[in-house]
T-cell receptor, first 110, second 114 residues
Framework: QKEVEQNSGPLSVPEGAIASLNCTYSDRVSQSFFWYRQYSGKSPELIMSIYSNGDKEDGRFTAQLNKASQYVSLLIRDSQPSDSATYLCAVNIETDKLIFGTGTRLQVFP | DTGVSQDPRHKITKRGQNVTFRCDPISEHNRLYWYRQTLGQGPEFLTYFQNEAQLEKSRLLSDRFSAERPKGSFSTLEIQRTEQGDSAMYLC????????????FGPGTRLTVT
């Protein structure tokens, strides 16, 4: 079983809609959770971090963490074509290193 | 505050040659990480430093790979006797001890081994 799993997509949503991206992880001792956005040919850009159960909002982004169910999600409200990218879920397990999922490709069409 | 920088941005080399990449972290970040990313995959951890100490190395890191951070500032990653399977994007990230391991990535070095 992979340590961090994401649906590869593509997830297609119309402009203005809510995009919902999901991630599950296998290690119960995971403490820190991150969402990165990666445009094609570019490096990952940190957009959200979450450490406690519940929701964390930052602008149009909301991260949700449920440690009992071992999943973390990212909601993007009012999706824009510029949000089209691959979204990587990353988990910190015990040490400083991050374990990444393979990413979900999001397409926002006008 | 400048971000993480990496040099070179692109490197094409012939199989069997040695290559070295450099990473300059965000100033005052004491942790520095190296990852490798291939097409369609997420970044894979290679190694990390806290100040000048190399604290962890992945099993992916064969003995052809070596990393240093001699003065706790910039870091170098060397690959000896490159193989075609080494072709990838090599990413460097840094973090501060205060940020709960939030890691900020540089632009990466794309290596092509022919």
């Amino acid at each position: 079983q992979k340590e961090v799993e994401q649906n590869s997509g593509p997830l297609s949503v119309p402009e203005g809609a809510i995009a919902s991206l999901n991630c599950t992880y296998s290690d119960r001792v995971s403490q820190s959770f991150f969402w990165y956005r990666q445009y094609s040919g570019k490096s990952p850009e940190l957009i959200m971090s979450i450490y406690s159960n519940g929701d964390k909002e930052d602008g149009r982004f909301t991260a949700q963490l449920n440690k009992a169910s071992q999943y973390v999600s990212l909601l993007i409200r009012d999706s824009q074509p510029s949000d089209s990218a691959t979204y990587l879920c990353a988990v910190n397990i015990e040490t400083d290193k991050l374990i990444f999922g393979t990413g979900t490709r999001l397409q926002v069409f006008p | 505050d400048t971000g993480v920088s990496q040099d070179p941005r692109h490197k094409i080399t012939k199989r069997g040659q040695n290559v070295t990449f450099r990473c300059d972290p965000i100033s005052e970040h004491n942790r520095l990480y190296w990852y490798r990313q291939t097409l369609g995959q997420g970044p894979e951890f290679l190694t990390y430093f806290q100040n000048e100490a190399q604290l962890e190395k992945s099993r992916l890191l064969s003995d052809r790979f070596s990393a240093e951070r001699p003065k706790g500032s910039f870091s170098t990653l060397e690959i000896q006797r490159t193989e075609q399977g080494d072709s990838a994007m090599y990413l460097c990230a840094s973090s501060s001890g205060d940020s709960m391991y939030e890691q900020y990535f540089g632009p990466g070095t794309r290596l092509t081994v022919t």
